[in-house]
């Protein structure tokens, strides 16, 4: 089955172009987005409206499902906190998603909660009764020493999880600028998951099991700039191997 996924950091701020972007990824017509710096205004303007007329929002919608990190924490963050999104379409089902509240962050509270609406983990059936999970993060910048030892706890935490997460997975993360020197058990060297790197552009990285196959990528940064976001759009068609 082919899967066509794309990973962005949408830059959701106010000063953001919200029709471009919805535009841009209609036009782009993915099976699942993985969207990250993303508001609940995009996130709901992505989604079918609850009290519009069916015919109606049959034909506007974009996605069918969603899950927002922002909206799974406990405490629920504010409105005006930007977290990350898994978004699918119909012939894709939502069965459960969570943020990565059990994942090993060696961090302290409040610092966790920063972590956790950083992460948002989606179980999705596909048209072919196939499982898969899908992931979106968004990392810690490494300016600073504080800082750089927070971006490691926070690549630790997610590497040990996926370690124990069976395939097929597929994630996508806006990691931040890459902290100078030693392992890194999320990207390497001393990668601790079973993942392979479908397509990077600067701080966004896609990566998916050996499950899907890759079949296309593509970085789109000129179409993704003119939507009003600082950073490329990856572009993926996978192929999800027979079991």
């Not at 205004?41 to 015919?55: D, G």
């Not at 977290?83 to 459960?96: I, R, W």
Request: charged share 20%.
């Amino acid at each position: 089955m082919r899967i066509r996924v794309v990973s962005w950091n949408v830059d959701s701020r106010p000063t953001g172009l919200l029709d471009a972007k919805v535009e841009l990824l209609r036009r782009l017509q993915p099976d699942l987005a993985l969207l990250q710096e993303i508001g609940r205004p995009v996130y709901r303007a992505l989604l079918p409206h609850p009290s519009a007329h069916e015919r109606m929002h049959r034909r506007s919608r974009l996605f069918s499902w969603g899950a927002l990190s922002t909206d799974l924490c406990n405490p629920r963050a504010s409105e005006y906190r930007l977290g990350c999104a898994v978004l699918g379409v119909p012939t894709t089902a939502l069965l459960d998603a969570q943020v990565l509240d059990r994942a090993p962050f060696d961090v302290q509270d409040p610092v966790r909660l920063g972590f956790l609406w950083r992460t948002v983990a989606a179980r999705a059936a596909l048209s072919t009764g196939d499982l898969l999970t899908v992931c979106s993060f968004h990392g810690r910048q490494p300016s600073g020493q504080p800082a750089a030892v927070l971006r490691q706890a926070f690549h630790a935490g997610i590497a040990g999880w996926l370690a124990g997460t069976p395939g097929p997975v597929v994630f996508g993360i806006d990691a931040g600028s890459s902290a100078s020197g030693g392992p890194d058990p999320l990207f390497g060297p001393g990668q601790v998951h079973h993942l392979n790197q479908v397509l990077s552009a600067e701080d966004d990285h896609l990566w998916a099991t050996p499950e899907l196959e890759v079949r296309a990528v593509k970085r789109l940064s000129d179409e993704a700039a003119a939507a009003g976001s600082d950073h490329a759009l990856l572009l993926a068609d996978l192929e999800l191997r027979s079991s």
